[in-house]
């Protein structure tokens, strides 16, 4: 799983180029966006509340693949191969956003050839977070999964030193552990273990703060080498 951290330039380019096709929508909690297999869909600019990208497995369990919240932009991706959406797209809160439709933006790019070459921009950002979850997946040891997906928990805000910082599982633990590959107990034992090592402490039910950014920065980093 992924949470969409690519809310910078890109992002800001791409509103200021469709922002005359936008149109705002509401989602309720628990809401679909689309299906998988949908042929018909929407790019979306979230303004507030959170939405997951899942799979469906064959025996009916759900694989969460993103976490987009505010600021993410997505939905794209038909638009480039002409395919059906390959994910669930559900919101997690009641979210509010600013949307175009598969053929309005069809005539967006029409309009302004400038559109695609954003929206390409971000599709490579995806593809390298893409990377960089496999490369993660693939280490040796759960810590440095763990480590490295609580990471990408953090805002993208500044650091201001003093500053408390937290962070907050997105999912259900067991759906977290399932995204990172892992057992819930082996992923309870690795933030039991950055608990005792006084890098993280546990506030409450999936809530956590950092008492130690770079130590738990050098545990997520062993997960990249």
């Given at each position: 799983?992924?949470l ?14 469709l ?11 628990g ?6 297999g ?6 979306v ?18 694989i ?9 932009v997505f ?11 390959p ?139």
């Amino acid at each position: 799983m992924s949470l969409d951290n690519n809310k910078g330039k890109a992002s800001h380019a791409t509103r200021q180029i469709l922002e005359k096709y936008l149109t705002l929508r509401s989602f309720r909690k628990g809401q679909l966006l689309w299906s998988e297999g949908d042929t018909d869909g929407l790019l979306v600019f979230l303004k507030s509340g959170r939405v997951k990208i899942y799979r469906l497995l064959p025996m009916g369990k759900a694989i969460t693949l993103y976490i987009f919240g505010k600021g993410s932009v997505f939905g794209f991706m038909p638009f480039f191969d002409d395919a059906p959406y390959p994910a669930y797209a559900q919101a997690l809160d009641d979210c509010e956003a600013d949307v175009i439709s598969r053929s309005g933006l069809r005539q967006a790019v029409h309009q302004d050839p400038e559109v695609a070459i954003v929206l390409m921009k971000q599709l490579a950002q995806r593809l390298r977070d893409a990377f960089d979850t496999i490369e993660r997946l693939q280490s040796k040891g759960a810590n440095p999964k763990v480590a490295a997906a609580l990471m990408a928990l953090m805002d993208d805000s500044p650091n201001i030193a003093g500053r408390p910082l937290f962070i907050t599982l997105p999912v259900a633990s067991h759906e977290f552990a399932q995204s990172l590959g892992l057992t819930p107990e082996t992923l309870s034992r690795s933030i039991t273990h950055l608990v005792e090592k006084n890098i993280l402490k546990r506030l409450q039910r999936n809530r956590f703060q950092i008492l130690d950014l770079e130590a738990l920065e050098k545990v997520a980093e062993s997960a990249l080498r």
